[in-house]
């Protein structure tokens, strides 16, 4: 009698994994059912969602190492919202600010904040960003542009699937967040286990 193949159980990241590939899959079927002008401006938006302007993330590409971190936070903004950056920034992303983690291991306070972009666009032509935004950008490793995709209300969904779908590539982690710009999380009460 012969035995069957051992299949490990999947991994959470490989759910995570299949539940991205699933939703992309869903959208690509929503696509024809809908008029393609309803989901975005461009007809193939879906499948141009893979460039990552943000120089600060080559050499991980270069050397294949992904950090880790207990949790990676996706939060889509637009160019403009630097106050709001900058007060996430200040507040609950900054570790020195948490009260009462002496007690904590150092694992739970790595988290990564990924502030997503599209690209700005007016009259059908693509604009360059402010100075403000580039010094920003060169500030800090936590801004990445998506450029297969132009900034609108309707491409919101476009860019956490392409958030989703980076941190995989380019981060291990235990726990993914999708949130906004303007709301606080609470991460020293989340990473207390």
Request: aromatic share 10%; net charge negative; charged share 25%.
């Amino acid at each position: 009698m012969t035995s069957l193949p051992s299949v490990e159980a999947p991994t959470t990241k490989l759910k995570l994994l299949m539940l991205i590939t699933a939703a992309v899959a869903g959208i690509v079927l929503l696509a024809d059912f809908f008029d393609a002008s309803l989901l975005s401006k461009e007809e193939n938006i879906e499948l141009n969602m893979t460039v990552n302007i943000n120089v600060n993330t080559t050499p991980i590409f270069k050397s294949k190492v992904k950090p880790d971190f207990f949790v990676v936070i996706i939060i889509p903004s637009l160019p403009n919202h630097v106050s709001e950056r900058a007060m996430i920034r200040e507040t609950w992303m900054n570790i020195s600010t948490w009260p009462d983690l002496d007690h904590v291991d150092e694992y739970y306070k790595r988290v990564k904040v990924m502030f997503i972009f599209g690209q700005v666009e007016k009259d059908n032509a693509l604009l360059e960003y402010t100075s403000q935004f580039l010094q920003e950008l060169d500030t800090h490793d936590d801004m990445y542009i998506s450029e297969g995709l132009i900034e609108d209300r309707t491409v919101l969904k476009y860019k956490v699937l392409w958030g989703m779908l980076r941190s995989h590539d380019l981060y291990n982690f235990d726990y993914l967040i999708k949130t906004d710009d303007d709301i606080m999380v609470n991460l020293p009460s989340s990473s207390r286990r």
